[in-house]
Structure formats: structure tokens, C-alpha cells
């Protein structure tokens, strides 16, 4: 298990560096999309503080406490796009050119070519820095102490949410084998990520409880920032580790069965 899991992170450590230099090739367009994505991020800037600036409390959370999850978000928007987003909206097209099949054949797994092969990697770097600088301006103006502990929670949590985001995106990609065209399922996905950008208690308690039990679309970026403002109950933060193992265990063998299923585009 070890050694798949190691041969695969050097699998994937290669194809980070392969596609960061395929998207060096395009200079002009890669300029052009880090100008854009620049932008979007202003704008998030100007929404953080107009938010700060008014001084109000949103959900009990302090305004400064509010930059630690619009940080987290930003930062786990990084990792969706880089990780994810090509290679969910270039699946359906794997299936109906019959190009899944020649991935059947290669020596690695098959779910991992087909949802991690394409990674974004310059145009991401504005979010990682800027998600990065808010999470620790967040930090500093909540008091929260930087010890050890705090950071090793705040970081188990977002391990976890990468795991979660994985699972609950990539498991409805298995839709393509059935209905082909899967177009439709990309502006879902944008839909819900967008529920993550505030705290969900700013939410129905019903839809917090959908949200983090049936669905836990809120573990991916929530959880970090509530850990180490110690608001949490303990089930929270046992359900918070158990949850992304059983979504992950839940995608690995949904995409085993559909996968020894699987019959030909071609026939």
C-alpha cells in the first residue's frame, strides 16, 4: 500500500512539472489568466474588507476572525482548481472519444490519470499567496496563539478537507459513463464550492446539518478555521477525521465497479 501510494506521489510530483512547463509555452495567455485571476482577487479583497470595515459580527464571528475563512477559501480554491477543475470538465469527453480505454492499460490506477493528469499550476500562485496572507493576517487579529498544536490542527483539518473536496467531486464524474455528457454537472460543482466562502453557521441549522452530515461540503474549508477558534464539539471533530475516510473509501470503490464495468465507447 506504501509503495503504490509513493510510486503515485512521484507520479504526480512529475506531472505537476510537466504541465508546468507545457502552460510556460503559452507566455502571452498564461500572462493574460494571472492578470484575470489577479482581478478576481481584488475584487475578493475589496468584498474581505468591506466586510472588516463594518464592524459587524457575522454568525458570532469577529470581523477579523472572518479573513481567516475567506483565506481558507481562497487557498482551497487553489488547490480545487489546480487538482480538479480541468480534469472534471475534460472527463466526459475521455469516455465518448474512447480515450479512458487507453488509460485502462497503463501500470498505475486508472482513477488517478483520470482525475489528477491535468494540474493548473502559475495560474494559481496570486490565490496561494493571497489565501495565504489573509489566513495569517486572520491568525495574528484573532490572538490566536501559533504554537504547534494549533498549527498541526489547523493543517490536519485542511488535509482532511482536500480529501473530502476529492471525494465529493470526483465521485459524480462516474455519471459520465452512464449519460456520456456531463456538462450540466460543472456549474453544480461551482455551486457548491460557493457555499464555503463564510462560516455555515451563517446558514439554517438545517442546511448546516445537510451540509455536514449528508453531504459535507462544509468540512472542506470550515473546519480548519473553526478548530483553532476551539469551535468545535468534539463530534464535530471526530466526524470532521472519520467523514473524509469514508467519502474517500465510499470514491475508491465506486470508480472500481464502474470501472469493471466499463465497456468500450467504441463498443
Known sequence: M????????????????LNAARQLEY????????????GYLV????????????????????????????????????FFVSMLQFNIMAFDRLITEGDFDLMLTKPVSTQFLATLRYAETWMVLPNVLVGAGLIAYGWSASGIALSLGN????????????ITMYGIFTLPMLLAFKFKHISSFHALVWGLWDFNNLPHRIFPSSLQMLGTFLLPIFLITNYSPLAILSQLTTTEMVWGIIAPILIFTANLFGWKLVAKHYESAGG
Open 27 to 38: 507566455r502571452t495567455n498564461l500572462l493574460l489568466g494571472l492578470l484575470v485571476e489577479s
Open 2 to 17: 506504501w509503495q503504490e501510494l509513493r510510486k503515485h506521489l512521484k507520479l504526480y510530483l512529475f506531472l505537476l512539472k
Open 151 to 162: 498549527l498541526g490542527l489547523y493543517l490536519l483539518y485542511m488535509v482532511m478537507g482536500v
Open 43 to 78: 475584487v475578493k479583497l475589496i468584498y474581505a474588507y468591506v466586510v472588516h470595515d463594518t464592524g459587524v459580527h457575522i454568525a458570532g464571528f469577529a470581523p477579523q476572525t472572518l479573513y481567516l475563512f475567506i483565506g481558507t477559501f481562497i487557498l482551497m480554491t487553489a
